[in-house]
């Protein structure tokens, strides 16, 4: 126990200084621990929220992986486009294989479908709008849906000739390389999408 006045070491059950006589007064160290540890914790804690708040800055934005999103989206828009371009003379065309116009139909009128999402996901990939990511996982997975429904439906068409059915046959051994693409566009990026931190940051704007 040391004085209070003169700060020299006396005996714990002191009452009063042996050296200079002063009256010592116990000073409770308890509550001072408890808010030293207080504060400790709650400046700690501020540390810690100013840490993720600055991830945060540093992950948001349409940068990174992110940014191949959205230019697999122009990419895709700008296929699509080309798509219905070529594809547009053939609609009105007479085949020998039955089914086969309606199918080339079909196919050019999901397009138009897909290059309509595609614009309403780039418009909510630029606003940042927080129901990209959902709106994302849809679009990646209808597209699989789409290519397997296609092919389901090249490969149960049946020509008149072998010539033909060989057309038919190579036509779908091609899209089978559409379904693998499609597929692992897919998984790729409906994964990131959805475990990514900077997708989580960035996309919180409501409008």
Same mark, same amino acid.
């Given at each position: 126990?040391?004085?209070?006045?003169?700060?020299?070491?006396?005996?714990?059950?002191?009452?009063?200084?042996?050296?200079?006589?002063?009256?010592? !007064?116990?000073?409770?160290?308890?509550?001072?621990?408890?808010?030293?540890?207080?504060?400790?914790?709650?400046?700690?804690?501020?540390?810690?929220?100013?840490?993720?708040?600055n991830?945060?800055?540093?992950?948001?934005?349409? =940068? =990174?992986?992110?940014?191949?999103?959205?230019?697999?989206?122009?990419?895709?828009?700008?296929?699509?486009?080309?798509?219905?371009?070529?594809t547009?003379?053939?609609?009105?065309?007479?085949?020998?294989?039955?089914?086969?116009?309606?199918? !080339?139909?079909?196919e050019?009128?999901?397009?138009?479908? !897909?290059?309509?999402?595609?614009?309403?996901?780039?418009?909510?990939?630029?606003?940042?709008?927080?129901?990209f990511?959902?709106?994302?996982?849809?679009y990646?997975?209808?597209?699989?849906?789409?290519?397997?429904? /296609?092919?389901?439906?090249?490969?149960?068409?049946?020509?008149?000739?072998?010539?033909?059915?060989?057309?038919?046959? /190579?036509?779908?051994?091609?899209?089978?390389?559409?379904?693998?693409?499609?597929?692992?566009?897919?998984?790729?990026?409906?994964?990131?999408?959805?475990?990514?931190?900077?997708v989580?940051?960035?996309?919180?704007? /409501?409008?």
């Amino acid at each position: 126990m040391y004085c209070n006045k003169c700060g020299k070491h006396n005996p714990e059950d002191s009452k009063f200084c042996k050296y200079c006589g002063s009256k010592i !007064i116990k000073v409770e160290t308890k509550d001072k621990n408890v808010n030293s540890n207080q504060i400790e914790v709650s400046s700690s804690e501020q540390e810690n929220k100013k840490t993720i708040q600055n991830n945060e800055k540093v992950n948001a934005g349409l =940068g =990174g992986w992110l940014a191949l999103v959205g230019l697999g989206l122009i990419w895709q828009l700008l296929s699509q486009t080309y798509f219905l371009y070529t594809t547009l003379p053939e609609i009105t065309k007479t085949y020998e294989i039955p089914g086969l116009l309606a199918l !080339i139909q079909s196919e050019f009128l999901v397009s138009i479908f !897909i290059i309509i999402f595609i614009l309403y996901l780039l418009y909510l990939y630029f606003k940042k709008n927080k129901n990209f990511p959902k709106y994302f996982i849809i679009y990646a997975v209808f597209c699989v849906v789409y290519v397997l429904a /296609d092919h389901f439906f090249l490969t149960s068409l049946a020509a008149p000739t072998q010539a033909l059915q060989k057309v038919l046959n /190579d036509t779908a051994s091609n899209n089978l390389n559409s379904i693998y693409q499609e597929l692992f566009y897919a998984i790729v990026w409906v994964s990131y999408i959805k475990k990514s931190k900077r997708v989580k940051a960035t996309f919180v704007n /409501d409008k």
